[in-house]
Every structure is written in C-alpha cells, then in structure tokens.
C-alpha cells in the first residue's frame, strides 16, 4: 500500500475489495471475505494491512468497523485479482464439494469429513470466492450451504422455524405457528406467504372459514425440514352443541330403546312434562332427533348427528 501527497491512495485488490465492503456497516471477518469473495486468510490479511493504514478498526467485538478516513479517501488498485472461477479448488475442498450434494450445515460437512468446524469454515470461504458455493446466512456461512449449481431454495431461520413447525395431517394457523416458531403473528404471515409460493406449505379452508396452512410433500423433502422439530399442536375440537349431563341422558336413553315418544322419555328419565316437552323441541332444532312418522305422537330417534354427539360426549368428560 502506497500514499501520494493527497492522500489518493494505492491498494491491493483485495485491501480495496475489503474496505468497500466495511463502508457498509461493520462486519466480522466471516462476512468480509463473503461479500468481497476472498479466502480468510486474504480477508484477513488486508484487514490487517488496512488497520495499520488507519483506514479500518477492529471493536472489542471483533467486528470491523471503516474509520473517517476509510471512509473518504480515494484509491486505486495496484493489480487486478486473477479469474477465480478457472481455479480448480484444492483437493479438501473438492471432497467438500463433492460431499455437497444436497443443502447441508457446516457442522454435518465436519462430521462426515473428519475436519474441525474452523477448517470447514475456511475451506467454505475459498469455495464461495471461487463462486463454487452459495451460503444460507452471510454471517454465518456454516449454518447453511449449498453448490452454486443446486437449485434448492435456501430458507431463512424464520422460513426453516416455520417449515419445521408445520403439521402434515391438519392445519394450523399463524396464531398456533407464532408460539411455536417464536416469530411475530405479522412475521408468521410473511413467512407462510414466502412457503406457500414455493410450494413447501398448502393454504386450506379452515372449520371457522379462516385460512389454515399444513406443510407439502416437497415441503417434508426440504433439507431444512427438521424431522425431530418442534410440530404446532392439533386445534382443539369444535365445541359439542350440547353438554349437559341432563341432555346426554336423554340421548342415551332414546338411543338405547332406538325410538322414544316424550311421555315415555319423561317415564323413562323422570323429567316433568313441561321441560321434557321444552327439552325435546331444543334437541329437535339441534337437529340431534327427529320424529320417526308424521303422526303428533310418532316416537323420536337420535339423527346421526346426536348419535355422534352422543358418542362424543364421555370422551369430552374424560379429557
């Protein structure tokens, strides 16, 4: 690096290609070398030859932060970088990629190639400048990587919480996914309009009329489905028209006989008159019985409906 008398300055390639990127916010050197398309080493070298120029700091944090005079001189480029694309990567990096054949996380790519996670890491950065490599998160290129070449979508953290959270068998909406994902219901919304366009979630008619999602088959192949994640619980069932231990014993003692008329109802379960009269035109309307003839007196049987009531309604009393 050289200085002329009005400070227009002379740096490397890879010293210019840094300190552009830290005119943007401040960065680890991770994130450096991602957006400049450089190795760590050669990140972190220019970083270094820019703090001794006074041209960059590193915080207490670690991260890389442009100073005032980063941030208004002018420079040029001693050289130009030499085509990285033409690089053939070295052979730990060729198994990597060779081992890429799906998304997957750094952590995985270490265990199956027997290297640390800081070797993966940095072998990952010299794949990504040589535009081999496509990174789910910039910051942490580890979490998620894929080969340039792989057309698989990259989810987020909130798109792959919110996968992962889906149910297959009923739906759920952004109300339950919220708790679970640990997003904001707005955020939710926005995640479940990103996975339904691509495909990974279906939007489906509720019982209440109101949207509810489910994930999709492609959306269980995604290799950011996480199998052993945390699922939203079913919806609770639709409230039982009737409750009453008073209602169940009529229901169950029509449905015992198979045809009641009131009088034998009111015999039966020692119901007065007037309420058993009330009581049978109540369930009538709840569509629970029905005459079984068009004569006044014709006995009532439970429709399948109150059969189903009737069914439901112990299993409610014991949950």
Same mark, same amino acid.
């Given at each position: 690096?050289?200085?002329?008398?009005?400070?227009?300055?002379?740096?490397?390639?890879?010293?210019?290609?840094?300190?552009?990127?830290?005119?943007?916010?401040?960065?680890?050197?991770? !994130?450096?070398?991602? #957006?400049?398309? /450089?190795?760590?080493?050669?990140? +972190?070298?220019? %970083?270094?030859? $820019?703090? =001794? @120029?006074?041209?960059?700091?590193?915080?207490?944090?670690?991260?890389?932060?442009?100073?005032?005079?980063?941030?208004?001189?002018?420079?040029?480029?001693?050289?130009?970088?030499?085509?990285?694309?033409?690089?053939?990567?070295?052979?730990?990096?060729?198994?990597?990629?060779?081992?890429?054949?799906?998304?997957?996380?750094?952590?995985?790519?270490?265990?199956?190639?027997?290297?640390?996670?800081?070797?993966?890491?940095?072998?990952?950065?010299?794949?990504?400048?040589?535009?081999?490599?496509?990174?789910?998160?910039?910051?942490?290129?580890?979490?998620?990587?894929? !080969?340039?070449?792989? #057309?698989?979508? /990259?989810?987020?953290?909130?798109? +792959?919480?919110? %996968?992962?959270? $889906?149910? =297959? @068998?009923?739906?759920?909406?952004?109300?339950?996914?919220?708790?679970?994902?640990?997003?904001?219901?707005?955020?939710?919304?926005?995640?479940?309009a990103n996975l339904t366009?691509?495909?990974?979630?279906?939007?489906?008619?509720?019982?209440?009329?109101?949207?509810?999602?489910?994930?999709?088959?492609?959306g269980l192949a995604h290799?950011?489905?996480?199998?052993?994640?945390?699922?939203?619980?079913?919806?609770?069932?639709?409230?039982?028209?009737?409750?009453?231990?008073?209602?169940?014993?009529?229901l169950k003692t029509i449905?015992?006989?198979?045809?009641?008329?009131?009088?034998?109802?009111?015999?039966?379960?020692?119901?007065?008159?007037?309420?058993?009269?009330? %009581?049978?035109?109540?369930?009538?309307?709840?569509?629970?019985?029905?005459?079984?003839?068009?004569?006044?007196?014709?006995?009532?049987?439970?429709?399948?409906?109150?059969?189903?009531?009737?069914?439901?309604?112990?299993?409610?009393?014991?949950?």
């Amino acid at each position: 690096m050289t200085r002329d008398v009005e400070d227009h300055l002379i740096l490397s390639r890879e010293e210019a290609d840094c300190l552009i990127v830290l005119r943007n916010p401040g960065y680890g050197a991770s !994130r450096v070398a991602v #957006e400049a398309k /450089l190795d760590l080493h050669k990140t +972190e070298t220019a %970083l270094r030859k $820019l703090a =001794e @120029a006074g041209l960059a700091e590193q915080t207490e944090s670690k991260m890389w932060l442009v100073t005032d005079r980063g941030r208004t001189c002018g420079f040029d480029t001693s050289s130009s970088r030499p085509e990285r694309r033409g690089r053939p990567p070295g052979p730990s990096a060729q198994r990597l990629l060779d081992l890429l054949n799906r998304p997957m996380r750094g952590v995985a790519l270490a265990r199956s190639l027997g290297l640390t996670r800081e070797r993966v890491r940095q072998l990952l950065l010299k794949l990504h400048a040589q535009d081999l490599v496509v990174f789910g998160d910039a910051d942490r290129p580890s979490w998620m990587v894929k !080969r340039s070449d792989d #057309e698989t979508r /990259l989810l987020s953290r909130a798109e +792959e919480r919110v %996968l992962s959270a $889906l149910p =297959e @068998a009923y739906g759920t909406d952004a109300a339950r996914l919220r708790a679970v994902a640990g997003l904001s219901e707005a955020e939710v919304k926005v995640v479940l309009a990103n996975l339904t366009d691509a495909g990974l979630s279906d939007a489906v008619d509720g019982r209440r009329g109101d949207l509810v999602f489910r994930i999709t088959a492609a959306g269980l192949a995604h290799p950011q489905y996480a199998q052993s994640g945390r699922r939203t619980p079913p919806p609770p069932p639709p409230r039982l028209p009737v409750q009453s231990e008073r209602i169940r014993m009529v229901l169950k003692t029509i449905a015992d006989a198979g045809a009641l008329r009131i009088k034998d109802v009111k015999h039966q379960t020692h119901i007065p008159q007037n309420s058993i009269n009330a %009581l049978m035109q109540y369930l009538k309307r709840k569509q629970l019985v029905a005459k079984t003839g068009l004569e006044f007196d014709a006995p009532y049987s439970l429709t399948e409906h109150g059969r189903a009531v009737l069914a439901e309604m112990p299993v409610r009393q014991a949950a």
